[in-house]
């Protein structure tokens, strides 16, 4: 598959998914919908930007189609998209402050991107963070799941 196909498919895929967050987070209150709709907002516009850069590189506009530097590993795109899917699935129920420091350490893990101590002090600080900054500054909900 050409680089240029990969590119659309990916923006259209990232536009997609924003779009289905917005719809979703209509359904929230006010406050709460402002993060996931800010967040939306910003991958629909980065993925409309990077479609709109494919489209200029391409062939037909003037552009040199170019050959990705590495290969893409399919596989691992699956296994991890699949992970982000359970993920998601698993928020509400295990509650956010399970759910993430899991989901980062298999990620961590599983892309070997770290060292085991920085991943588990990653994995414990991100949600210590989260907690601080949307819990007790924000007032924000969290899903608690198991935790409530």
Do not use: D, N
């Not at 006010?30 to 800010?38: C, G, K």
């Not at 040199?64 to 899917?85: C, L």
């Not at 002090?121 to 907690?131: A, M, Q, R, T, W």
């Amino acid at each position: 598959m050409k680089s240029t196909t990969q590119h659309y498919l990916f923006s259209a895929f990232s536009m997609a998914l924003s779009l289905f967050f917005l719809q979703k987070s209509l359904s929230m209150s006010r406050t709460a919908a402002r993060f996931p709709q800010l967040i939306a907002g910003l991958v629909l516009i980065l993925a409309l930007a990077m479609a709109f850069q494919t489209w200029k590189r391409a062939p037909g506009f003037g552009g040199e189609e170019k050959e990705p530097s590495a290969p893409i590993h399919h596989v691992r795109v699956a296994v991890y998209v699949a992970a982000m899917v359970l993920y998601i699935f698993l928020i509400p129920r295990l509650g956010y402050f399970i759910a993430t420091p899991l989901f980062m350490l298999v990620s961590y893990g599983y892309f070997r991107a770290t060292g085991p101590v920085r991943t588990v002090l990653i994995c414990l600080g991100f949600p210590v963070f989260i907690y601080l900054l949307f819990v007790l500054f924000l007032k924000l909900p969290i899903p608690l799941g198991l935790m409530e």
